[in-house]
């Protein structure tokens, strides 16, 4: 049986934090992001998907997967005002 285990105290959880993400970088985050029109490419960039049954119904539920997830994603970003507005496109 083993014995009881102790908390660690904040400070040192915080020190052990800061160690495993390192250091705060003082660099500018970008500030907009630019949505994907192909959001399945890194996908099928890494080749067909290793499963012998049911390939192409893997694939595509994958790739519907992808597609949500960006989707998603982008409505997000475009919520918090952080999608880039392209200056030549009109706005729908």
Not at 41 to 52: E, H, K
Not at 65 to 89: F, P, S
Request: aromatic fraction near 4%.
């Amino acid at each position: 049986m083993s014995g009881r285990r102790r908390k660690k105290p904040a400070a040192v959880a915080a020190a052990d934090a800061a160690r495993f993400w390192g250091a705060e970088v003082d660099e500018p985050i970008a500030p907009f992001i630019r949505p994907t029109h192909d959001p399945t490419a890194l996908l099928r960039s890494l080749g067909p998907i290793p499963l012998t049954v049911q390939e192409k119904l893997a694939a595509a539920q994958l790739h519907a997967v992808y597609e949500k997830a960006t989707q998603v994603a982008t409505a997000v970003a475009a919520a918090a005002g952080l999608v880039e507005v392209d200056e030549g496109a009109g706005r729908p």
